[in-house]
């Protein structure tokens, strides 16, 4: 059968994908190392995600702010697991002015800054600073921060949306008077995420903290939100740190107790990013193009003219434009394609953009006062001719029905995604015979020379401890 | 009298301006060099300026995307005025990683870039370059684009939102087969950000062309959109740019036309910028704080529990999410501010904040089920007691009327700061008898050393030739 995109998931997954970003339009690679620029459908997604994602970030009571672009070098050495997680992808800016020397545009040496600066890889190091003036007492606490920007780190092996060397995210940094209170938060966005990524993505999540191995440079805990992709690999999609006393101290974060003490305050941080849409894109798409959940689809309803040329066009437009006001009033996105591509053509567009619902409108159904709707999701099999009188009711219902029935598929297809296996020599033989998946095993197995190896030759990496029994790890290959 | 902001605005304008910054907790100057922090209270004013913009802009038929913060030095070397517009202003990147040398975090030389990037000043370069390639035929104009984005321009006298290193902004980017399309749009978009800063800002401007001599960098022709301070200086808050074929043929943007020829196209650009927050700032505050229209406002309305120590606060609570309750109801922004600060000092934290209406309640209200809700831009005189039953109504009704009363006031104290000149000796007696403001001369009276020299001495500059007749041009001192 033929498809839109090929190859298809089955015959290689990795070139899929790429072919999937081209043919919905979502972005394309920059004519700067490692980065990307995201096209309007692609933005559009973004800014669909990113809204929802803002409105419970509020709604926990946190924030916005906006911080600079900039770190001074000094910030950034004050904590020294900090420094060695990032230094090795810092975009570092080191002048001020050009100058046209030798016929070439070029630094001008006289600009050279005695400090330079580098391109905030995260915030921790510059908030910590503004925190240490912004709390005194522990009557400003807690303070609890967001902000949506764009991040750098250098990006050796870039691959569009999972993983480039500028990203847009949103990181969140909040103060507490206790440890008690920091962990409880970090917890609690977690869930925040875990939530988001269920309920408004249609993604079920792996929840766990990552092992002492895998944590943030500088926290106590990482709590991750693991996402299983179609060819079983591992996507971490948003975490959230506990990071103790280490910034505080660092930064001098202090507060004036009831007891009247000086005492160093317990920060968190956590964040979700464009990434995310790459793990919607991973987990949802097919082969005939991207499969956008309802809730964040830029236009949940297209319709569809099906034109032979012979039609009265005024009676058309008239149609189309009432049944376009009927899903307005609905509060349902939509949008009528009456550009002069072929029906064929049109609709192939639309499937490839993951548009949840296709209302077709023909000559038939001007006369029947009827519309056929298809479901993204199901395909022809889900064709259905609905009268207009019941338009509204029928795609709203349509829509929630999509929203819910792409969570159940998502979670059915992990279930038969994560294997349990007894002990090491079981690990290997799964990955030697290409079972993919998430690989459930114990711990304190993998602490070990021989699940070194491992991870050497099959590319796995410890994603995070199973909340349901921290004794046990879950193993995978990821992005 | 005393005043919540020392200096007044009489007495020090500048100085009056810093103070009111921080007053409200809008924002504080960074530890990078020309940067600032905008913290919680002034962000959420900018996202409600932002997304009050970004709504007119898709209006417009414009669609959102994201392109990358650096630009290859090579871009930036294309189009001549350009480079020379921004070089001297220019973050430069040099290196990818950094390495501890000498017991000092430094770029490691091994990282030194071939071809250095330049943090975005603007983005003209790099989206010429995509247009080139996403415009092939006449089929794909118009193309209109835009982008909310930070962008850096070394700044050597900065000034909080006027002018600082790093700024955040929009900058839209279109591209028609046409000049006369190309220039329409360039004027439509001016007269969006007219619009949008009269009917959301509350702000009146001066709508007219920049002079060849303050042209954009690359552009044929600037429209701009220029506010009156109080202490009569100007503010260019929005510019348009009809770039003519500059980009189109530095980046060949070239399209088939009908014709079957390949003809260079022509481009526009139009920005905005968190400077508005500082001409919002300038135009609308007073000496007790700022003043803010209710558009915009992050919280339109602010209940403050008055008490003595021996009320009983279940009643006062209940009594106070009834009228919070009824005005969400309204879709007012509101907020009580239920603080265990005196009730003076909760008063004057929101005065200074500039929140549009008071709602005062304390033990005679609740018995007699009113409230006395007082003006932010009016104070004592507006204070008025309403029924409970009658809040919704009344609250909506005070926040119409206070949007247009500000409009009403700048628009008159406008009017006193436009001064007819006949020639530049009446220019300069009326300079140097220290008159504020923007003064009306014959353009071609300023193409003159001697307008040169009144330009250095009193430090004015051409704002914008009047619309009403070209011939004549305001010329002002300037933010």
Redesign the interface.
């Known amino acids: 059968m033929k498809t839109a995109i090929t190859p298809t998931r089955a015959e290689n997954f990795s070139e899929w994908y790429q072919n999937l970003i081209v043919a919905a339009d979502l972005a394309?690679n920059?004519?700067?190392r490692g980065?990307?620029?995201?096209?309007?459908y692609?933005?559009?997604i973004?800014?669909l995600m990113r809204d929802a994602m803002d409105r419970r970030i509020k709604a926990a009571g946190v924030?916005?702010?906006?911080?600079?672009?900039?770190?001074?070098?000094?910030?950034?050495?004050k904590e020294a697991e900090h420094?060695a997680g990032f230094?090795?992808?810092?975009?570092?800016?080191?002048?001020?002015?050009?100058?046209?020397i030798d016929g070439k545009?070029?630094?001008d040496p006289e600009?050279k800054l005695t400090e330079?600066?580098?391109?905030r890889p995260t915030s921790e190091t510059?908030i910590g600073?503004?925190m240490s003036r912004w709390v005194q007492s522990y009557r400003d606490l807690p303070l609890k921060?967001n902000q949506w920007?764009?991040v750098?780190r250098?990006e050796m092996r870039p691959r569009m949306f999972l993983r480039t060397s500028?990203f847009?995210w949103q990181e969140g940094h909040n103060v507490f008077a206790t440890h008690e209170e920091a962990n409880e938060d970090a917890r609690k966005m977690h869930r925040v995420y875990g939530d988001y990524m269920r309920d408004v993505l249609a993604i079920p999540c792996i929840m766990g903290e990552k092992t002492p191995e895998e944590r943030f440079a500088g926290a106590d805990h990482t709590y991750t939100v693991e996402q299983i992709m179609q060819d079983g690999k591992a996507l971490q999609a948003g975490t959230s740190h506990d990071l103790g006393q280490h910034f505080a101290k660092s930064f001098g974060i202090k507060y004036l107790g009831t007891d009247g003490q000086l005492t160093y305050a317990w920060t968190t941080s956590w964040g979700t990013s464009t990434r995310m849409m790459g793990g919607l894109f991973m987990t949802h798409s097919d082969d005939d193009g991207l499969v956008l959940p309802p809730a964040i689809a830029p236009h949940q309803v297209v319709i569809i003219p099906i034109t032979r040329g012979d039609e009265d066009m005024d009676a058309m437009n008239a149609f189309t434009a009432n049944l376009e006001s009927q899903l307005n009033d609905r509060g349902v996105r939509v949008l009528t394609d009456n550009s002069d591509m072929r029906a064929p053509d049109k609709m192939w567009k639309w499937i490839k953009r993951g548009v949840p619902l296709r209302v077709e409108v023909g000559a038939r159904e001007i006369e029947t006062s009827t519309v056929t709707i298809t479901r993204r999701d199901l395909g022809k099999v889900s064709r259905e001719t609905v009268s207009v009188a019941d338009l509204g009711e029928a795609v709203v219902a349509k829509l929630d029905a999509m929203q819910r029935d792409m969570l159940a598929a998502a979670t059915e297809r992990n279930k038969k995604m994560i294997h349990d296996v007894a002990n090491l020599a079981e690990l290997e033989s799964a990955l030697a015979d290409g079972k993919v998946g998430f690989f459930r095993i114990k711990y304190n197995t993998t602490q070990s020379p021989e699940f070194d190896a491992l991870m050497e030759k099959y590319k796995i990496t410890r994603r995070c401890l199973d909340d349901a029994d921290p004794e046990y790890v879950f193993v995978a290959k990821s992005y």
């Open positions: 394309e920059a004519p700067v980065c990307m620029t995201i096209k309007p692609g933005w559009a973004w800014e924030l916005n702010a906006n911080f600079p672009l900039l770190i001074p070098i000094e910030y950034f050495n420094v230094a090795k992808e810092a975009a570092v800016v080191t002048h001020y002015r050009l100058k046209m545009l070029q630094p600009s330079p600066y580098i391109i510059i600073e503004a921060l920007v764009n750098m250098w500028e847009n």
